[in-house]
T-cell receptor, first 112, second 112 residues
């Protein structure tokens, strides 16, 4: 089944404790991106990647890092999480720079 | 991406057609109209997209006016599981670096 998976689905952590949210897709898509969703602000893009070793900032990249060492994986790294990064995070992928994107199920992160 | 305007909320009776409007009066010639929906904090789900012609797939139909300034998503026989937030997005793919700009969307509630 074609899908985008994210882990963990739920995470509660404390300020400053490094964490990684994994994202994996099995559709051989070149394009992957990360969004965060906050009440009243909608979905905002954090980072995107056009292919292996090619990444760039989206609209709200501060406090986040990404890497794309393999085509299928695009982890989101929070090196020193802060409470303002409490949010619902979605990973997405598509065959190219297409508007037809496949989203993961989401990761709900709480930073205390 | 061109700005899109949607009603905040709509109701529909189960089994009836749900017609969701979207205004995109400043859409440019290379921008497609995409529709996504999000069911209760799950990952957004692609529904349909089009450029100029009307489109239909197993989920819905998309009617785009001849001047391309507005469109309507039609769910022909709405069910309770269609209750969701529906997003209309104007996206030009490569020139927007694949970023989808989600607005506030329309909350569709399907009643028994």
């Amino acid at each position: 089944e074609a899908q985008v998976t994210q882990n963990p689905r739920y995470l509660i952590t404390v300020t400053g404790k490094k964490l990684t949210v994994t994202c994996s897709q099995n559709m051989n898509h070149e394009y992957m991106s990360w969004y965060r969703q906050d009440p009243g602000l909608g979905l905002r893009q954090i980072y995107y990647s056009m292919n292996v070793e090619v990444t760039d900032k989206g609209d709200v990249p501060e406090g986040y890092k990404v890497s794309r060492k393999e085509k299928r994986n695009f982890p989101l790294i929070l090196e020193s999480p802060s409470p303002n990064q409490t949010s619902l995070y979605f990973c997405a992928s598509s065959l190219s720079w297409s508007g037809k994107q496949f989203f993961g199920p989401g990761t709900r992160l709480t930073v205390l | 991406d061109a700005k899109t305007t949607q009603p905040t909320s709509m109701d529909c009776a189960e089994g009836r057609a749900a017609n969701l409007p979207c205004n995109h009066s400043t859409i440019s010639g290379n921008e497609y109209v995409y529709w996504y929906r999000q069911i209760h904090s799950q990952g957004p789900q692609y529904i349909i997209h089009g450029l100029k012609n009307n489109e239909t797939n197993e989920m819905a139909s998309l009617i785009i006016t001849e001047d391309r300034k507005s469109s309507t998503l039609i769910l022909p026989h709405a069910t309770l599981r269609d209750t969701a937030v529906y997003y209309c997005i104007a996206n030009a793919g490569g020139t927007s670096y694949g970023k989808l700009t989600f607005g506030q969307g329309t909350i569709l509630t399907v009643h028994p």
